[in-house]
């Protein structure tokens, strides 16, 4: 079956990266796009970007242009995302998802990064 | 940009139907999806392009589009439908947004 597999938590200083996995298995990785959202605490659901592995096609919302760095490795069936700048207001879950049409079809356990001094 | 409007909170007694409506420009131009999301769970795809359901979603769960209005019905309201949902579409271009979500709490 599908799964999504996130790398576990993280703890960061304001102003450093994070470096999110996504390692996907039970469907071929290269033929759907993978999509990142991320949920603060109580808060609703934010899309960030999305990547397709096989043409290296990507896609940004706009707050995040900039800062935010998608990559993918064909070769183990993983999906990275990268978040620079750090700020306490990037405290959230990020998720991984794998892309439906238009639509977000499957989602990673999520994985929580916690940005404080 | 835009954006998607939904109310904050249902609540239903069990075995009543839920209604939860998503109101936004991208519609009816652009398909509806909906997700479920449990207290600590990542979401789950329920309906997409506006009344499709994926295999293993419940048939009490379906999607309806009226003009700007897309609507997610939970016919007979069990207990374990108590969650978040959340309304998403696109902007045709590559970009995505969601509702700002519905909890849903079963009396």
């Known amino acids: 079956q599908v799964q999504l597999l996130q790398s576990g938590a993280e703890v960061k200083k304001p102003g450093a990266s994070v470096k999110v996995s996504c390692k996907a298995s039970?469907?071929?990785?290269?033929?759907?796009?993978i999509k990142w959202v991320r949920q603060a605490t109580g808060q609703g659901l934010e899309w960030m970007a999305w990547?397709?592995?096989?043409?290296?096609?990507?896609g940004y919302a706009q707050k995040f242009q900039g800062r935010l760095t998608l990559t993918t490795n064909s070769s183990i069936s993983t999906a990275y995302m990268e978040l620079s700048g750090l700020k306490s207001a990037d405290t959230a879950v990020y998720y991984c998802?794998?892309?439906?049409?238009?639509?977000?079809?499957?989602w990673g356990q999520g994985t929580l990064v916690t940005v404080s001094s | 940009s835009y954006e998607l409007t939904q109310p904050p909170s249902v609540s239903v007694s069990p075995g009543q139907t839920a209604r939860i409506t998503c109101s936004g420009d991208?519609?009816?131009?652009?398909?509806a999806y909906w997700y479920q999301q449990k207290a600590g769970q990542a979401p789950v795809l329920v309906i997409y392009?506006?009344?499709e359901r994926p295999s293993g979603i419940p048939e009490r769960f379906s999607g309806s589009s009226s003009g700007a209005t897309v609507t997610l019905t939970i016919s007979g309201v069990q207990a374990e439908d108590e969650a978040d949902y959340y309304c998403?579409?696109?902007?045709?271009?590559?970009?995505?947004?969601f509702g700002p979500g519905t909890k849903v709490t079963v009396l």
């Open positions: 998802a794998r892309g439906g049409y238009n639509s977000f079809e499957s």
């Open positions: 039970g469907f071929t990785f290269n033929n759907y796009d």
């Open positions: 990547m397709n592995p096989n043409s290296g096609d990507t």
């Open positions: 991208a519609f009816p131009k652009r398909y």
């Open positions: 392009k506006d009344n």
């Open positions: 998403q579409s696109t902007d045709g271009s590559g970009s995505y947004v």
